[in-house]
């Protein structure tokens, strides 16, 4: 029997945190640290030198060797480079040594990640310096020390500097309003995020059979199963052994790491789950999401297991999203999201919900933007995950409030009992919430939230909450410019709440956003309706979203110009990659296993024939008269994706790539997929090459 884990006692055990740094520093050395990271300026050489060396004997104190400056590039995934302690001493010996200078700044290559044409192959220097907001820990043996990635020339090459830019914009805009009501007191409002984050666990050595899987984390091809979901019964069901396991390694690495998991259970999808976080800033929700996803991927192939978290790994089933939970909090302890027991009368609330409401419905564009993958394309519209045209839910009792608010029709729910009763004596009543939940929608509001659930399992939860802080805050800086001019400030946030409203109430729908109708529903309200990335790309660069990231001080206009090139080079690359991979199982794999069959089928009746048996209408005869014009169209079709890819590689925008695989390759992918999918479900398991779906989703 496993020993328990003392939950407690290993949490945060591998995290230098704050306390930590309190007691191994002099009172004046941490206090100094501590004046200097809430003024700015540049933090004293003795000041880092004492901090790099607490640093340092902690991380040995744990077993550490190395160091890294660790640092989320435009790659959406976490980059490292590793040096030891190691020093030369007296007479050749070996000392450890950490410097300031080397917490502070290091200089990885900059050439070689995606910067969008803002650094050249020549133009090689780009710098990493500490982000003191989030805590250094240790992995594999290693500090990691978190830091920014920026260029010689001085341009953001990562994700975590907008978002640390947007949660300052979004605190001091939000103070602005706080202080219209009176609450003084607040110094800091933070944005708050909890990511859930759904995956697949499939038996490694039957995924290590197929190529797709291990090149692209999805499958190319495959044939419906006898059983996908339909019974629900994968749903919240028991954990299987190996699941189990897995969960459990997971939970205590995580919980060393500081991340708060909190919620594990099986999702919809056979061989689907997820695991929920309890909610913190959103740059340290950053942080422990990418950790998160790296610790599955590893202790998956510990337990003989593959994590996926692609956003569509198989067709049919489920995808995989991260739902992003985002709300803003006080450093005195308040929830602004939270409606409180009379919605109508919190004003406060009902300000931050229209300014929420504005902001979403004015960005749609960017919303569907913060999302945008190839992989994430597969997924969205199904299966539980919302369609691409970006709307709110914010259920009937508060749609409700602010039609009365506004003059406006409501939906007649007023005066529905709070109380839910169970009709049994010994089950105790319940508490209604405000709102349902709304699986479809893409932006709901779920109690004291939003929840965000276009975003993709694989994605960085950075540049969605970049996106999310910062049109709010400039949502909330026009509210409290228009409040701060009034002589009646309480009549005048009654104006901005019912004003607003009014205006970008179209944005909200709380019906079921998988309707055919939806869709045309949306266009007569002037909802974007963006079906693939390229659609939605070229918003990025509007006149309007350069001149709102300028205003807001977060991206300049050569920034953004540079992330949506790496977009769009990012998804054609992606769906290239897919490409080749079923040009190369379809030339090399499946054709060669279906003529086999054919063959042997074709042999068998050569072998009726002799023995004087008539096959005319034998089985092997229909069989194979099916099978022939499948495998010479599998054929045909392989090599007009071939000259699809060729003719998309030739092309020297990224752009022009992007359409070009949106327009012709993906379709001639769909051709080949069908083709090859009709043919697994005739050809012999035994000539079958790759393991089948029922092998993948039924096989932990």
């Not at 060396?53 to 790659?75: C, E, M, N, R, V």
């Not at 949306?522 to 709102?548: C, F, H, M, Q, W």
């Not at 300028?550 to 090139?565: P, W």
């Given at each position: 029997m496993e020993e328990p884990v003392n939950i407690p006692e290993i949490f945060g055990s591998l995290v230098f945190t704050d306390s930590e740094m309190k007691s191994r520093l002099p009172e004046a050395v941490y206090d100094s640290l501590k004046k200097t990271l809430s003024e700015?300026?540049?933090?004293?050489?003795?000041?880092?030198?004492?901090?790099?060396?607490?640093?340092?004997?902690?991380?040995?104190?744990?077993?550490?060797?190395?160091?890294?400056?660790?640092?989320?590039?435009?790659?959406?995934?976490?980059?490292?480079?590793?040096?030891?302690?190691?020093?030369?001493?007296?007479?050749?010996?070996?000392?450890?040594?950490?410097?300031?200078?080397?917490?502070?700044?290091?200089?990885?290559?900059?050439?070689?990640?995606?910067?969008?044409?803002?650094?050249?192959?020549?133009?090689?220097?780009?710098?990493?310096?500490?982000?003191?907001?989030?805590?250094?820990?240790?992995?594999?043996?290693?500090?990691?020390?978190?830091?920014?990635?920026?260029?010689?020339?001085?341009?953001?090459?990562?994700?975590?500097?907008?978002?640390?830019?947007?949660?300052?914009?979004?605190?001091?805009?939000?103070?602005?309003?706080?202080?219209?009501?009176?609450?003084t007191d607040v110094t800091r409002v933070v944005p708050t995020v909890g990511p859930e984050q759904e995956y697949f666990l499939v038996d490694r050595k039957a995924a290590e059979k197929r190529r797709d899987l291990m090149l692209t984390g999805r499958t190319l091809f495959g044939a419906k199963p006898p059983k996908g979901q339909e019974l629900a019964d994968h749903y919240f069901g028991s954990l299987r052994p190996r699941v189990k396991e897995f969960m459990r390694d997971l939970n205590s690495e995580l919980w060393k790491l500081g991340v708060y998991a909190k919620t594990e259970h099986n999702e919809a999808a056979p061989a689907q789950h997820e695991l929920a976080p309890i909610y913190v800033a959103a740059n340290i929700a950053a942080d422990h999401n990418q950790l998160t996803m790296e610790k599955m991927k590893i202790i998956a192939e510990d337990h003989g297991l593959l994590c996926l978290l692609h956003e569509k790994p198989f067709e049919g089933v489920n995808g995989s999203g991260k739902h992003n939970n985002w709300s803003l909090e006080t450093d005195t302890g308040l929830n602004l999201l939270r409606p409180g027991k009379d919605p109508a009368s919190n004003k406060l609330f009902l300000l931050i919900l229209v300014a929420v409401i504005s902001s979403v419905h004015k960005h749609q564009d960017l919303l569907r933007i913060a999302v945008a993958s190839a992989s994430n394309d597969n997924r969205l519209g199904g299966n539980e995950a919302p369609p691409a045209i970006v709307s709110m839910f914010i259920g009937s009792d508060l749609e409700d409030v602010l039609n009365t608010m506004a003059g406006m029709a409501s939906s007649n729910t007023k005066g529905a009992s709070r109380k839910l009763e169970s009709g049994v004596k010994s089950l105790p009543d319940i508490n209604r919430d405000t709102t349902d939940r709304n699986r479809t929608s893409p932006f709901a509001f779920t109690g004291n939230k939003f929840e965000f659930r276009m975003l993709g399992s694989s994605h960085s939860v950075a540049e969605t909450n970049v996106i999310i802080n910062t049109i709010v805050a400039d949502e909330l800086r026009s509210y409290a410019e228009f409040i701060e001019k009034a002589e009646d400030k309480a009549a005048a946030i009654d104006a901005v709440i019912v004003s607003n409203y009014k205006l970008?109430?179209?944005?909200?729908?709380?019906?079921?956003?998988?309707?055919?109708?939806?869709?045309?529903?949306?266009?007569?309200?002037?909802?974007?309706?963006?079906?693939?990335?390229?659609?939605?790309?070229?918003?990025?660069?509007?006149?309007?979203?350069?001149?709102?990231?300028?205003?807001?001080?977060?991206?300049?206009?050569?920034?953004?110009?540079?992330?949506?090139?790496?977009?769009?080079?990012?998804?054609?690359?992606?769906?290239?990659i897919e490409a080749n991979t079923m040009i190369e199982m379809s030339s090399r794999q499946i054709l060669p296993a279906v003529l086999k069959y054919q063959n042997m089928l074709v042999d068998t009746l050569k072998a009726r024939s002799e023995l004087g048996l008539r096959y005319g209408s034998s089985a092997e005869k229909l069989l194979a008269d099916r099978m022939d014009p499948l495998s010479t169209e599998l054929l045909f079709l392989t090599d007009e994706l071939k000259a699809a890819v060729s003719a998309c590689s030739v092309l020297s925008s990224s752009r022009e790539k992007a359409n070009a695989c949106r327009d012709n390759v993906i379709p001639k992918m769909a051709e080949l997929r069908k083709v090859c999918d009709s043919l697994e479900e005739i050809t012999g398991s035994e000539y079958w090459p790759i393991p089948t779906y029922a092998d993948l989703l039924y096989g932990v």
């Open positions: 700015g300026g540049e933090i004293e050489k003795d000041v880092a030198n004492a901090v790099a060396g607490a640093l340092k004997d902690w991380a040995i104190s744990k077993g550490a060797t190395h160091y890294t400056h660790w640092f989320q590039p435009l790659t959406g995934i976490t980059a490292e480079k590793h040096d030891s302690f190691i020093a030369v001493g007296p007479k050749g010996t070996a000392v450890t040594e950490f410097s300031g200078k080397a917490l502070i700044k290091g200089e990885p290559d900059a050439s070689s990640f995606p910067s969008g044409g803002l650094r050249a192959t020549f133009e090689a220097r780009g710098y990493t310096s500490w982000d003191p907001t989030s805590c250094a820990f240790i992995k594999d043996n290693c500090l990691c020390i978190p830091t920014v990635f920026r260029s010689h020339s001085g341009e953001m090459l990562d994700m975590k500097t907008p978002l640390l830019r947007s949660m300052d914009l979004i605190n001091k805009e939000a103070l602005r309003i706080l202080k219209l009501f009176g609450m970008h109430s179209p944005v909200i729908f709380n019906g079921n956003n998988y309707s055919p109708n939806w869709s045309e529903e949306a266009k007569k309200r002037g909802l974007l309706n963006l079906p693939t990335t390229p659609d939605a790309l070229p918003y990025l660069v509007s006149n309007e979203n350069i001149e709102l990231f300028a205003r807001n001080k977060i991206y300049s206009s050569a920034e953004l110009l540079s992330r949506v090139e790496v977009l769009f080079d990012k998804y054609a690359k992606e769906v290239l």
